[in-house]
């Protein structure tokens, strides 16, 4: 890590290497590049965070660390009835049974693949959440600024 790094501050585009650990309102771990052992890499102002996140970024450098909390609009969004599809039973591989809870892969038209959450399967009916998982979800952040590389002018 060089010295520019450990004296930048977090700014509009700014390329960041954060830990982070992600936990829910009833104090559960969601998320965390810590067991993972890997940092994250995020660029601000592509769209990748959402403007709330990225608020709480801005200003920190590297070494900072930060806990905060967003609500459901703030983070992953609320659900949404229309991410949710009923299809019929004999879509699905006779190899995987579909069960409550299960996540599976859904490819789209253009051979995208999306994930999706099993919430019923009834007859010949098999109910699926494309919702983000943690949507609907006050998220706490708990994160440390590993790298700060401003935006090249």
Do not use: C
Not at 66 to 77: D, I
Not at 109 to 124: D, F, R, S
């Amino acid at each position: 890590m060089d010295a520019s790094s450990m004296e930048a501050r977090i700014g509009p585009n700014s390329q960041v290497l954060i830990h982070f650990d992600l936990w829910l309102a009833d104090g559960s771990a969601a998320d965390s590049t810590r067991t993972q052992g890997k940092p994250a890499l995020f660029q601000l102002g592509n769209r990748s965070l959402s403007p709330a996140l990225e608020a709480q970024l801005q200003g920190l450098k590297a070494g900072d660390t930060k806990r905060f909390a967003l609500q459901p609009e703030e983070a992953f969004g609320l659900p949404s009835p229309d991410n949710v599809y009923h299809f019929e039973r004999s879509r699905f591989s006779t190899e995987t049974e579909p069960q409550p809870g299960m996540i599976m892969l859904f490819a789209q038209p253009g051979g995208q693949e999306i994930p999706g959450m099993i919430k019923a399967v009834a007859g010949e009916s098999v109910t699926v959440d494309f919702n983000h998982p943690l949507a609907g979800q006050v998220v706490t952040f708990d994160l440390e600024v590993m790298a700060v590389h401003p935006a090249a002018d």
